[in-house]
């Protein structure tokens, strides 16, 4: 990716992941983006960089505009290492006394990724750095994702680098909002499902916290995907809508299977709650990848899950996901069990003791059939599903 201009003297001279797959357990199937921003003015500026297996190219892209030994000053707005990797690299670059600037935690993380002895200085909320005819302000973020995460204002042309903040894992020939579109909406509920909903409580506060300066938004650079230019607006009315976790009047049915019976089970639930009126879908755990499931059951009223019992166990597919799912603990949910057995049984229980430990509203105590499900057993989890259905509208 060459640099690209964002306004006079702003670029963005980050790097395009064409290959990446997996995201520490969320799926990114078209790649991502390291971004990377780079202001020219008196001083020069560097904000964020990029992972390690790219500083190169981040390097030769600010070679395409500036020499980098030029560059007085390097901000970490986050310093996990797709964001901070490549720092070590580009201080050996332009000198490695040159000031780098990082939250308070960001200040404490930094020395514990990199042990050479750079010129790290703590910023506080609100500080102000001149860099000639512009200035940058500083605006703690805590948990958004990391307690080391800032936001960099910079005011005079308005535009928020806003590190994880309203990011997606998307890679492609577009650079902007106007260029993609609606869909990019998609991959950002996406990122928000499988990474920020964990902190949406708070996450709710901060923004609230931000929006209250008062402070417009010309552009929103994130550090992964698109560029916000043409409304920013929209992502944060999204952020401000997905931190409430308002669910919709729909379900969603997460299962897997050994002998199909725990599906047919699954099937016979959907039916039912669809009976009711309410939109519900069977998500097999080998057929979908967890983090996609989460887009679903993020704005879900109901969460209906189903394993079959395997040596006394959960499905070893269902104790992953419901791992992962208790890591992101959504609120505000509707639960139900079910599963398929064959001489013991104990998944349901165990199902049930997860969704009691998520806090979630369980309307029936769990529906167990032995071996493969009859007419009758069928009816029963139809009738389950009628049940769950009642339970979102009511």
């Not at 994130?222 to 401000?240: L, N, T």
């Amino acid at each position: 990716m060459e640099p690209i201009q964002l306004v006079d003297g702003v670029y963005d001279v980050g790097v395009i992941d064409w290959n990446v797959r997996d995201f520490h357990g969320y799926s990114t199937d078209l790649g991502t983006t390291y971004n990377s921003f780079l202001i020219v003015d008196e001083n020069t500026v560097l904000i964020d960089t990029v992972r390690k297996e790219f500083s190169d190219q981040l390097i030769d892209n600010i070679a395409a505009v500036i020499d980098p030994k030029k560059i007085d000053y390097v901000i970490s707005n986050h310093t996990e290492l797709d964001h901070s990797g490549g720092l070590a690299r580009v201080m050996h670059r332009i000198g490695e006394d040159k000031p780098i600037y990082a939250s308070k935690m960001g200040h404490k993380n930094l020395p514990k990724h990199f042990r050479q002895n750079l010129n790290i200085q703590p910023v506080t909320n609100g500080q102000v750095l001149s860099l000639g005819k512009r200035s940058l302000t500083f605006l703690e973020t805590r948990m958004i994702h990391w307690p080391d995460s800032m936001f960099t204002y910079l005011n005079e042309d308005k535009i928020l680098f806003s590190s994880d903040g309203f990011g997606q894992h998307y890679a492609g020939p577009e650079k902007f909002d106007d260029e993609v579109g609606d869909k990019i909406m998609v991959h950002a509920k996406k990122y928000f499902a499988n990474i920020l909903l964990l902190y949406a409580t708070h996450i709710q506060k901060l923004l609230d916290n931000v929006l209250g300066l008062g402070l417009e938004f010309n552009m929103i650079c994130p550090d992964h995907g698109i560029i916000w230019r043409k409304d920013p607006g929209k992502i944060v009315d999204a952020y401000v809508r997905w931190c409430r976790q308002e669910p919709k009047k729909k379900a969603v049915v997460v299962y897997d299977t050994m002998w199909h019976s725990t599906e047919k089970m699954a099937d016979a639930i959907v039916a039912g709650i669809n009976k009711e009126g309410v939109p519900a879908k069977p998500l097999n755990l080998r057929k979908t990848h967890r983090s996609e499931i989460m887009v679903d059951i993020f704005d879900a009223g109901a969460v209906v899950i189903g394993s079959p019992t395997l040596n006394n166990q959960l499905y070893p597919t269902l104790a992953d996901f419901l791992t992962y799912l208790k890591g992101l603990k959504p609120l505000n949910k509707i639960g139900a069990a079910f599963g398929s057995y064959g001489w013991s049984g104990e998944a349901v229980k165990m199902i049930n003791k997860e969704l009691e430990a998520l806090k979630f509203d369980i309307v029936d105590p769990g529906l167990r059939v032995q071996y493969i499900p009859d007419k009758e057993a069928l009816e029963t989890c139809y009738e389950l599903g009628r049940k769950v259905g009642k339970a979102v509208l009511a």
